[in-house]
């Protein structure tokens, strides 16, 4: 059984600052990659931000305000945002690209999302 559980979302005024954590425990075999997608209300789901171990991705809407860090010891990754705008007002998901030492096999695992909403 592998969880991923985010923390830090929350009520920001524009040009706010947030940082999510997503903690993934259970019987972790190896991860590649981890990420963070977001849902706004009527839009689709998309990519935020991800990283491997030797790169990282930010869609152009965020690149510069938000950084993604990763603690392998901790199987955590972090979203730092900075300059918040109402348009980041969202669910926030977590994503894991691993396996279990049940499966052996690299799956995508999700979270069930944090709510980030920017606002005066």
């Known amino acids: 059984q592998v969880q991923l559980v985010e923390s830090g979302g929350g009520l920001v005024q524009p040009g706010g600052s947030l940082t999510l954590s997503c903690a993934a425990s259970g019987s972790i075999f190896g991860i590649n990659a981890m990420g963070w997608y977001r849902q706004a209300p009527g839009k689709e789901r998309e990519l935020v931000a991800h990283?491997?171990?030797?790169?990282?991705y930010y869609a152009d809407s965020v690149k510069g305000r938000f950084t993604i860090s990763r603690d392998n010891a901790k199987n955590t990754v972090y979203l730092r945002m900075n300059s918040l705008k109402p348009e980041d007002t969202a669910v926030y998901y977590c994503?894991?690209?691993?396996?279990?030492?049940?499966?052996?096999?690299?799956?995508?695992?999700w979270g069930h999302g944090t709510q980030v909403t920017v606002s005066s």
């Open positions: 994503n894991a690209f691993m396996s279990t030492t049940m499966t052996l096999h690299y799956a995508d695992y």
């Open positions: 990283i491997t171990s030797g790169s990282t």
